[in-house]
């Protein structure tokens, strides 16, 4: 890539400390913990707090990824945050953020792209950063997706869950940093993945909130296999554009949907079960938080090495996907 080497500088993470378990929701829908954990890998959830929105746990990851790159919010030169649920439409959550953080030279904006919305993020942030725009970006990926999720569709409730995840980028050594990114969209699948009611195509009125045009709507089969495609492609293309293949890979970072799509993209790229990071039995499904909460718990767990090579890869609503390599 083009420009100063762009890397992360430290990382942060925040989850709402309620715990949904499969168990409680069999006494909410028609569904049992066998079913989710075959169909999903998922055994339990966290959800915030009735007190708590998208720019409270977004705050609270990124407070962690700053003492972790340590410098201080009046630094960052940037704020993205990358959600499908933010505390309102206007002002953006990003803003909310800043001014929690006290990041009085901070731009502020949020970023729509779902569950590649972190992905997309770091490539926004990285472009700023390699041209020498900006020095310190803090990129947030943060979803509330409880307060869309319908708890009487047993086809979306047991899926998703809360957190959010944060990174600080900026300038880093030479040979070190972000070596490619892959990003793509197909909005001939917007359907499939949609939050019908509440926009500008359908306001909120009391039917649409009678009908549960303000929830989460999924073609939970189309998205599975359009996930299985498109996962391990985008993964694939990324590395060639790193210059780079599977072999070369120490750790993966996926969008933590569905274990069974995880496994899917493993195979495609030849990589054993501990070449990746997998936490979507603990959280299920956090949208744009999966990656950056995988990544962060990566970096707890002492399992980044200086030079190792990482790939992170996400898809979502839109639709939308993305791919990045990172040499740490
Ligand atoms: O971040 C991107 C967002 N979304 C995703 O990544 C989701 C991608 N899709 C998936 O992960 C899977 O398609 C699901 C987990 C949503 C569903 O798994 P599946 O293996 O594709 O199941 P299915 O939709 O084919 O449904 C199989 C059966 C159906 O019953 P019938 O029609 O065969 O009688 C469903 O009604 O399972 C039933 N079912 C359930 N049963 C118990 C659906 N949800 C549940 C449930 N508990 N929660």
Redesign the pocket.
């Known amino acids: 890539m083009n420009g100063f080497p762009v890397g992360i500088l430290g990382t942060g993470k925040y989850s709402p400390e309620r715990r949904l378990t499969n168990q409680e929701?069999e006494t909410m829908?028609?569904?049992?913990d066998e079913?989710?954990v075959t169909?999903?890998g998922i055994r339990e959830r966290r959800i915030a707090a009735p007190h708590e929105a998208t720019s409270d746990l977004a705050y609270e990851a990124s407070l962690k990824a700053l003492a972790a790159a340590g410098i201080t919010a009046d630094q960052l030169d940037l704020i993205i945050v990358a959600t499908v649920t933010p505390d309102m439409f206007c002002p953006s959550t990003a803003c909310i953020v800043q001014e929690k953080l006290g990041a009085k030279n901070a731009a502020a904006f949020d970023l729509s792209a779902?569950?590649s919305g972190f992905i997309y993020g770091l490539a926004n942030a990285s472009g700023f950063i390699a041209t020498g725009t900006y020095r310190y970006v803090l990129v947030v990926g943060a979803d509330t997706l409880s307060r869309i999720t319908d708890y009487t569709d047993?086809?979306?409730?047991?899926?998703f869950g809360d957190g959010a995840g944060a990174v600080v980028l900026g300038r880093v050594p030479e040979g070190r940093g972000f070596r490619s990114f892959k990003l793509g969209s197909d909005g001939s699948g917007a359907d499939l993945?949609c939050i019908p009611g509440g926009g500008s195509r359908l306001p909120a009125t009391e039917t649409t909130v009678a009908e549960g045009r303000h929830f989460l709507n999924?073609n939970?089969?189309d998205?599975?296999k359009f996930?299985v495609r498109i996962m391990g492609s985008a993964a694939e293309e990324a590395l060639a554009m790193a210059g780079l293949s599977k072999e070369d890979i120490d750790l993966l970072i996926p969008?933590q949907?569905?274990i069974?799509?995880i496994q899917s993209a493993l195979e495609r790229l030849n990589l054993p079960e501990d070449k990746c990071m997998i936490n979507v039995d603990r959280y299920g499904?956090m949208?744009a938080a999966?990656i950056p909460v995988a990544l962060a718990e990566a970096d707890e767990q002492g399992r980044l090495k200086e030079g190792d090579r990482l790939v992170m890869v996400g898809?979502?609503?839109g639709l939308t996907w993305g791919a990045s390599v990172l040499v740490w």
């Open positions: 929701l829908v028609d569904t049992n079913w989710i169909r999903t779902a569950c047993r086809n979306t409730c047991v899926l993945l999924m939970g089969r998205v599975f996930a969008h949907a569905n069974r799509i499904n949208s999966s898809f979502g609503g």
